[in-house]
């Protein structure tokens, strides 16, 4: 059974940080990309960032880019998300999601993760 954890929300003023992780269980980590997603209330769900199996490859919104980092450890099976300069639009729940091995835009996710709150105040 394949299961995503998604750690590292909380309430973070603007301009402030924040590290995302996603540990995966249940099926050899490093064959399939991994990629970041985010729900705000009332909006749909927007596709952040994306890596592909061996971290050669990344992807970002253009919302994120130059503030957002994807990296994996395939040792560890797990996936981050640094976030820098944070604003108040980026509050959302963030999930963790994989896909086919050298995606870098997940647009076929097969397993998701249960989301983290991340909070950005003004």
């Known amino acids: 059974q394949v299961q995503l954890v998604e750690s590292g929300g909380g309430l973070v003023q603007a301009g402030g940080s924040l590290r995302l992780s996603c540990a995966a269980s249940g099926r050899p980590f490093s064959r399939y990309a991994m990629g970041w997603f985010r729900q705000a209330p009332g909006k749909e769900r927007e596709f952040v960032a994306g890596i592909n199996w061996s971290g050669g490859s990344t992807y970002y919104a253009d919302s994120v880019k130059g503030r957002f980092t994807i990296s994996r450890d395939n040792a560890k099976n797990t996936v981050y998300l640094q976030m820098n300069s944070l604003k108040p639009e980026d509050t959302a729940v963030y999930y963790c999601?994989?896909?086919?091995?050298?995606?870098?835009?997940?647009?076929?996710?097969?397993?998701w993760g249960q989301g983290t709150q991340v909070t950005v105040s003004s």
């Open positions: 999601a994989t896909d086919r091995p050298n995606v870098v835009v997940l647009s076929a996710p097969d397993y």
